[in-house]
């Protein structure tokens, strides 16, 4: 994680906040403090604008229409494409859209299924997966990243593995390295954990894979709203986004893939758009990514991704790592403070991003969030997808505080100090 960046200054971060109108709400009687960006970010102006504008002035569908329309969506479209590339430090054809970072990665799982089918010809012959073939994971993984890896295993019969965790949630690489064997045919994992809040060790992760010849799947959720990234630097093969976490409109995210490995892949959705002759025996596909882009796709919602990263580079990632990373150690070490609370993550790790799980006392998250909620503080409470990581910590629920680029350090202190009423009605307890 980069600290060498100058954090934003309080004039800076003031418009900011006047970008985004859910600002101004008020909740319950409070203005609102919203600390729930890692499970979905807010809109600024520009982004809103440019979905609406697209709608207003530019509908049609893309790559099907030789009038003026449909010619302008399509640029428009693909312009899209190469924006958000770019800012993953991806080529454009090495970036498909899908409806979410889960599609992306269901994508890539069946897709290998196929493939070990024996779908796709020779050239997807490098992806088979079967019976004595192993896929792993880890212990913290959000569901979206963990059952599909589990469904190919039970497709293939290949064997489903999982990197443990320590007891403060963080991955545990000894171990790391006696799962990771010859057998390894994909390492899967996520850059941080939307639950522990602490970046992983991306690359000892991928030469522990690279050692044995296995691909390497990222999961960069909660790290490419927040963190510079440049994934072919990252020596990753695959990596899933999810719009709605960095600014964008929900129903778009994006897989990215290496180029040699998207061209040898088999499709997994099929009809219209992806294909060069269809005949009543069979058909040809396109190559990527229209390949893996079946149907009417997302394209209001591709093109305010696109200025979605346009806002976040006109700010400038390395700042805004900078400012999450001061509010991340205010809202640990604050949390860290309370006798009667329990981080989850180490409090002062390096490597920590402005999301931070908790309990307080034997309260249940569900009432924590309530109490905060009526106070006008949003927080994720629950398992936020990752049960095997709660069971592993021995909580069945916990509250997720996750700050953004708009949030102040006043807003942390307040989530804090919101835990007050929560004493208050438990009594401690």
């Given at each position: 994680m980069s600290s060498i960046a100058a954090p934003l200054t309080e004039a800076e971060l003031a418009a900011i906040r006047a970008d985004f109108p859910q600002l101004g709400e008020v909740v319950q009687g409070h203005p609102l403090v919203y600390l729930d960006s890692g499970a979905t970010s807010l809109k600024p102006r520009s982004v809103l604008d440019a979905e609406r504008r697209f709608a207003e002035t530019r509908t049609a569908a893309v790559h099907r229409g030789a009038h003026t329309l449909a010619a302008e969506a399509t640029e428009d479209y693909e312009d899209a494409r190469r924006r958000v590339a770019r800012f993953v430090g991806a080529r454009e054809d090495e970036l498909v859209w899908t409806a979410n970072a889960t599609e992306a990665v269901n994508l890539v799982a069946y897709a290998i299924g196929n493939a070990s089918l024996g779908r796709g010809g020779a050239a997807a012959e490098g992806f088979r997966i079967g019976p004595?073939?192993?896929?792993?994971?880890?212990?913290?993984?959000?569901?979206?990243?963990?059952?599909?890896?589990?469904?190919?295993?039970?497709?293939?019969?290949?064997?489903?593995?999982?990197?443990?965790?320590?007891?403060?949630?963080?991955?545990?690489?000894?171990?790391?390295?006696?799962?990771?064997?010859?057998?390894?045919?994909?390492?899967?994992?996520?850059?941080?954990?939307?639950?522990?809040?602490?970046?992983?060790?991306?690359?000892?992760?991928?030469?522990?894979?690279?050692?044995?010849?296995?691909?390497?799947?990222?999961?960069?959720?909660?790290?490419?709203?927040?963190?510079?990234?440049?994934?072919r630097a990252l020596d990753v093969d695959f990596a899933v986004l999810s719009g709605h976490k960095m600014l964008a409109p929900t129903g778009i995210g994006a897989l990215y893939g290496r180029r040699g490995l998207l061209r040898d892949l088999p499709?997994?959705?099929?009809?219209?758009?992806?294909?060069?002759?269809?005949?009543?025996?069979?058909?040809?596909?396109?190559?990527p990514p229209q390949r893996f882009e079946a149907g009417t796709q997302r394209i209001s919602q591709a093109v305010a991704f696109a200025a979605a990263v346009d806002y976040l580079e006109t700010i400038g990632m390395e700042r805004i790592a900078a400012h999450e990373a001061a509010l991340g150690a205010r809202l640990a070490a604050r949390l860290a403070e309370q006798p009667d609370v329990r981080l989850i993550g180490p409090a002062d790790s390096p490597h920590r991003v402005g999301l931070a799980a908790f309990t307080i006392g034997t309260v249940h998250a569900h009432d924590v969030g309530q109490l905060l909620d009526e106070q006008g503080i949003a927080v994720r409470v629950g398992h936020h997808c990752a049960q095997p990581l709660h069971r592993r910590l021995g909580v069945t629920a916990t509250a997720r505080a996750s700050t953004y680029l708009y949030n102040t350090p006043a807003e942390v202190d307040a989530l804090v100090d919101g835990l007050d009423a929560v004493r208050r009605v438990f009594g401690g307890r």
């Amino acid at each position: 994680m980069s600290s060498i960046a100058a954090p934003l200054t309080e004039a800076e971060l003031a418009a900011i906040r006047a970008d985004f109108p859910q600002l101004g709400e008020v909740v319950q009687g409070h203005p609102l403090v919203y600390l729930d960006s890692g499970a979905t970010s807010l809109k600024p102006r520009s982004v809103l604008d440019a979905e609406r504008r697209f709608a207003e002035t530019r509908t049609a569908a893309v790559h099907r229409g030789a009038h003026t329309l449909a010619a302008e969506a399509t640029e428009d479209y693909e312009d899209a494409r190469r924006r958000v590339a770019r800012f993953v430090g991806a080529r454009e054809d090495e970036l498909v859209w899908t409806a979410n970072a889960t599609e992306a990665v269901n994508l890539v799982a069946y897709a290998i299924g196929n493939a070990s089918l024996g779908r796709g010809g020779a050239a997807a012959e490098g992806f088979r997966i079967g019976p004595g073939d192993e896929i792993v994971a880890t212990e913290q993984e959000h569901h979206a990243n963990l059952i599909p890896w589990q469904e190919l295993a039970a497709r293939t019969g290949a064997t489903f593995r999982w990197i443990r965790t320590h007891d403060d949630g963080t991955l545990d690489l000894g171990h790391a390295a006696e799962v990771i064997g010859e057998r390894t045919r994909l390492v899967a994992f996520s850059h941080v954990s939307n639950v522990v809040g602490v970046e992983n060790p991306v690359a000892e992760l991928v030469a522990l894979a690279r050692a044995v010849g296995a691909l390497v799947l990222l999961d960069a959720c909660q790290s490419a709203p927040h963190l510079p990234l440049d994934l072919r630097a990252l020596d990753v093969d695959f990596a899933v986004l999810s719009g709605h976490k960095m600014l964008a409109p929900t129903g778009i995210g994006a897989l990215y893939g290496r180029r040699g490995l998207l061209r040898d892949l088999p499709p997994f959705l099929t009809g219209g758009s992806m294909i060069t002759t269809v005949t009543m025996d069979g058909a040809d596909f396109l190559p990527p990514p229209q390949r893996f882009e079946a149907g009417t796709q997302r394209i209001s919602q591709a093109v305010a991704f696109a200025a979605a990263v346009d806002y976040l580079e006109t700010i400038g990632m390395e700042r805004i790592a900078a400012h999450e990373a001061a509010l991340g150690a205010r809202l640990a070490a604050r949390l860290a403070e309370q006798p009667d609370v329990r981080l989850i993550g180490p409090a002062d790790s390096p490597h920590r991003v402005g999301l931070a799980a908790f309990t307080i006392g034997t309260v249940h998250a569900h009432d924590v969030g309530q109490l905060l909620d009526e106070q006008g503080i949003a927080v994720r409470v629950g398992h936020h997808c990752a049960q095997p990581l709660h069971r592993r910590l021995g909580v069945t629920a916990t509250a997720r505080a996750s700050t953004y680029l708009y949030n102040t350090p006043a807003e942390v202190d307040a989530l804090v100090d919101g835990l007050d009423a929560v004493r208050r009605v438990f009594g401690g307890r």
